[in-house]
């Protein structure tokens, strides 16, 4: 099932445009919000990926992934029970790295464990408990969370000011001469809450070449 999201974009852009100027501006320009949440059975399938893809780009990302599921799926599929019956040489065939494939052992054990809950779970718990709970897994810093809450889970009001791209897009459209730094974002967009992760999509959006302009 495509999943959905839990608040409604229109109430979104008359809170953004109405709080904040500029950003209603760019809003106005770029047009309707058009995230696509992505789709993954588990937690453990969308943060697996998110390790295998870490420092990596296209085709050599998605080629180590599909081996990776391969894999998984001798075993019963994308599940934290399968990757720990996969052997550690297999998962190095398939082209994890070391310290990739400690990351990986360690998301299955803290799912097998309950750190790590279920999406049902997971829907059901603040934002904060889920930052908390998900950054014990090895190589998942808090960055890759906010990525999991904004894209899977839709939360509305999520503010990733680890990305690069949040930061670019926040100098470029405030025309701040310096790097802003990640206490002025926060405190910018405390008028953007609760909707601080549309407004994040479209930061992202403008620095998109094919962006209207």
Known sequence: ????????????LAHLQKGDP?????????????????????????????IVYQQLHGKAAATIHARVLAELQKHGGPFPEAL???????LRGAGLSGNKLLAVRD?????????VPTFSEAHELPDEELVTRLTTVRGIGPWTVHMLLIFYLGRPDVMP???FAIRLGFKKLYNKRKDPKPDAI????RRWQPY??????????????????
Do not use: N, Q
């Open 107 to 115: 998301l299955a054990a803290k799912c097998l464990e309950g750190v």
């Open 84 to 90: 720990a019956k996969s052997s550690d040489v297999a």
């Open 1 to 12: 099932m495509k999943p959905k999201l839990r608040f409604k974009p229109a109430d979104a």
């Open 22 to 50: 500029v950003l209603g501006a760019l809003i106005d320009r770029l047009g309707p919000f058009a995230l696509e949440l992505k789709l993954a059975d588990s937690l453990f399938e969308a943060m697996l990926r998110s």
């Open 161 to 163: 000011t680890g990305d």
């Open 186 to 189: 926060i405190k910018h967009a």
């Open 196 to 213: 601080r992760s549309v407004a994040s999509w479209y930061l992202w959006r403008s620095l998109d070449p094919a962006a209207p302009t």
